[in-house]
């Protein structure tokens, strides 16, 4: 099946600091979604990006959805101790079928320390 | 409104046997799913349905049945359960299963099979 290549699979960082992750494909994207899933839980939206070369922001969350169809980044500004969770980028492939039919990536794990 | 409800929330299995997982929810939504999360990976589609009545196949169906008799439930059969099948599985449901609905997780069944 498609793949979403995830990085960093995981981040140590200090509470206060800025945090940036990614995914990338070998296909294109109509949809680009980014989930955070505390443990034991769901995983929950944050954002989701529709047209290429949007920039989204969620309070401290910013998202963008790459020009090329085929990326996405999250960035985090001053990150706090409930920040802490696996993050996860998902892609709707443009095909037929239902719109959420989506593949996700790997996760990133994201530790904060206070 | 207690959103998406599955039971139970840890199961052992012993190779062979079968069981059910529950899925419920109250918000009358018409698009339900399965997915299952294993150590390491995202999430991987299993079945969807997209209203009662109609089920599909996601990316991995071996293994697993669906029916959807009612809107509100959605259940997974494990025909006879093996150890690749252990994982924690995730119901999710949105309003008709296509953007910008949102679709929300359930808090997950963690699943062994021995």
């Known amino acids: 099946g498609q793949q979403l290549n995830q990085s960093p699979q995981s981040m140590f960082i200090q509470e206060g600091e800025d945090v940036s992750m990614n995914c990338t494909s070998s296909?294109?994207?109509?949809?680009w979604l980014w989930y955070k899933q505390d443990p034991g839980e769901g995983p929950v939206l944050l954002i989701a990006l529709y047209k290429a070369g949007e920039l989204t922001s969620n309070g401290r969350l910013t998202a963008q959805f790459g020009i090329t169809r085929k990326d996405s980044f999250l960035n985090i500004s001053a990150s706090i101790p409930s920040d802490v969770g696996i993050y996860f980028c998902a892609g709707q492939l443009p095909s037929g079928g239902s719109n959420y039919k989506l593949t996700f990536g790997k996760g990133t794990l994201l530790t904060v320390n206070p | 409104n207690a959103g998406v409800t599955q039971t139970p929330k840890f199961q052992v299995l012993k190779t062979g046997q079968s069981m059910t997982l529950q899925c419920a929810q109250d918000m009358n939504h018409e698009y339900m799913s399965w997915y299952r999360q294993d150590p390491g990976m995202g999430l991987r589609l299993i079945h969807y349905s997209v209203g009662a009545g109609i089920t599909d196949q996601g990316e991995v169906p071996n293994g697993y049945n669906v029916s959807r008799s009612t809107t509100e439930d959605f259940p997974l059969r494990l025909l006879s359960a093996a150890p690749s099948q252990t994982s924690v599985y995730f119901c999710?449901?949105?309003?008709?299963?296509?953007?910008?609905?949102?679709?929300?997780f359930g808090p997950g069944t963690r699943l062994t099979v021995l």
């Open positions: 999710a449901s949105s309003l008709q299963g296509f953007f910008p609905d949102t679709q929300y």
């Open positions: 296909s294109i994207f109509n949809t």
